[in-house]
């Protein structure tokens, strides 16, 4: 309207409740709100929040995640595309997994009973230099077999460690959003 760009907000489920629960909603108005990660935002306090903000602006949703669970109650899905099908079609690689003992024991928090593992557990796994050098031994020992690969970090703390664990040997790059969630 009027020459006006529609505005739409980027967000994690995590940043969303952060705001509406300090009650510091932006004097904004968006035309949409695109949650990444938003299968986190079905369990108690995150979902109240998402939505909370929604019915505050009056806007659609959209949920972007690859962790569909059972109970994700956002509407309906604009266009669900199965992960196989997204791998036949080549926008995914089928992953391959591989558990590596760390020999290392963790007694995980949780965020008000859900399932977000705490950010001071993320921090833990983050700082344990013997889990670390281990990820590292283990990526360098088989880097031929693994080719160009994606490792996933806890928190940005843990990328900028492990990229500088990996560095010495491979091209890295820390790819995050510039935004410490611990």
């Not at 996933?152 to 492990?162: D, P, Y």
């Amino acid at each position: 309207e009027g020459g006006q760009r529609p505005l739409i907000v980027f967000s994690t489920v995590q940043s969303f409740a952060s705001r509406v629960l300090k009650d510091s909603v932006p004097d904004i108005e968006p035309s949409l709100i695109v949650i990444d990660e938003a299968h986190l935002g079905v369990d108690g306090e995150l979902e109240k929040a998402v939505h909370l903000f929604a019915d505050v602006w009056n806007v659609p949703i959209l949920g972007l995640t690859g962790t569909p669970r059972p109970r994700m109650d956002w509407g309906n899905a604009a266009t669900p595309v199965s992960f196989d099908a997204l791998v036949e079609q080549r926008y995914l690689a089928s992953p391959v997994v591989e558990r590596i003992s760390t020999n290392r024991s963790y007694t995980g928090s949780f965020v008000g009973g859900s399932s977000m593992v705490s950010p001071l557990t993320y921090r833990r796994l983050a700082r344990d230099s013997a889990r670390n050098d281990l990820i590292a031994e283990h990526y360098n020992a088989n880097a031929e077999r693994y080719g160009k690969t994606l490792i996933f970090a806890c928190n940005i703390a843990h990328a900028t460690e492990l990229e500088r664990r990996l560095a010495p040997r491979h091209k890295t790059v820390v790819i995050h959003s510039g935004v410490s969630a611990c």
